[in-house]
């Protein structure tokens, strides 16, 4: 089973380092009302404004964050800590939450750049270091402000979005989930949760009709992704086995099966690196619930799946600025 030893989470941390404070090339969403709105990504966003685009560089700084925990002696462990030091400041939140406050901003980054941050604020308060409690408290002004678009956007969200991109809303409840119970906020858990039930509860013999041509995310995987973190080990064996009932025969074949990545400096195109990356965290998080439930058959299957994934789409996290952005990010997940 591939593993994130000290050479790959380096060559991770240099690549996040390489661009988590590069400005440009620089995708805004960003919605002008007026000549006075219009400013460079620096200026509009003081501590995201690199990696190509805001919810990059998001999670960008989550696995800069995410490494630093980790048990490795890393070359970049100096670099990572600095950067964290200047980008976590009181007065930079404060700059990103003025940006919220702009008119018109109440969809931005919906679902997915919201989630992303919530993820960064999850991981900054299991830091029991002294910079890492700094961290900590400056951010959560901001996870804050997301955790309230959360409250106020999911009870008038009567659909669920199955999309392989960034409107998918498995993934944003997932991510949400893990900020919800690591914050100890209760009242977001319960709301994600019931979301949850509503939205996927009842989905039954998943045909996954994918990839799509610029999929980064699994619609299926990501679906069941969710329901394993939402559902007790028992439910949730139930409703897989119903959602997926042939996944240890391997069936539908799509999903063991990795994306072919024709053009990596397709910036679409090269979201399939990165669908491949993220079922290989799918199928690992399936077998680790199939472990505990004993199913040696699924358990097999599953990591089987995740290794042929990841080795597809491992060796080219690097190289090309389209990949390079964020595929980083979405390796770390399948590896820790």
């Known amino acids: 089973m591939t593993t994130l030893d000290t050479a790959l989470a380096s060559k991770l941390a240099a690549a996040a380092l390489g661009h988590v404070a590069r400005e440009y090339p620089n995708v805004l969403v960003h919605s002008l009302r007026g000549p006075a709105d219009m400013g460079t990504p620096r200026e509009l966003h003081p501590i995201f404004y690199g990696s190509y685009d805001w919810h990059s560089c998001v999670h960008g700084h989550w696995l800069l964050a995410r490494l630093l925990r980790q048990d490795l002696d890393l070359p970049e462990t100096g670099a990572i800590r600095a950067h964290l030091d200047q980008a976590f400041t009181a007065a930079k939140v404060a700059g990103e939450l003025a940006y919220l406050r702009r008119p018109g901003t109440g969809g931005f980054e919906r679902p997915y750049g919201w989630a992303w941050l ?54 944003a409840l997932a991510l949400t989930l893990d900020y919800a119970r690591t914050a100890g906020d209760a009242d977001l858990a319960a709301l994600v949760e019931t ?89 690992r998080g399936i077998a680790a619930a199939a472990g505990e439930a004993g199913d040696r058959t699924l358990v097999a299957t599953a990591l089987a799946a995740a290794d042929t994934h990841l080795a597809a789409s491992l060796p080219h996290l690097t190289g090309d600025y389209m990949g390079e952005h964020w595929l980083a990010s979405f390796a770390l997940l399948a590896l820790i």
């Open 118 to 171: 919530l993820m960064l604020a999850a991981e900054l308060r299991r830091h029991d270091t002294e910079e890492g409690r700094r961290w900590d408290a400056a951010l959560r002004p901001l996870a804050e402000a997301f955790a309230d678009r959360f409250r106020a956007f999911l009870p008038k969200a009567d659909y669920p979005v199955r999309a392989g991109v960034h409107s998918n809303t498995a993934f």
């Open 195 to 283: 979301k949850a039930r509503d939205w996927y509860g009842d989905d039954t013999a998943c045909q996954a009709w994918e990839p799509s041509g610029d999929d980064f995310l699994s619609p299926a995987l990501m679906e069941a992704e969710l329901m394993r973190r939402v559902l007790p080990g028992s439910e949730f064996r139930r409703w897989f086995s119903a959602f997926l009932p042939a996944a240890s025969a391997g069936l539908p074949a799509t999903l063991f099966r990795p994306a072919r990545v024709s053009d990596r400096g397709d910036g679409k195109i090269a979201h399939l690196d990165g669908l491949n990356l993220s079922r290989a965290w799918c199928w």
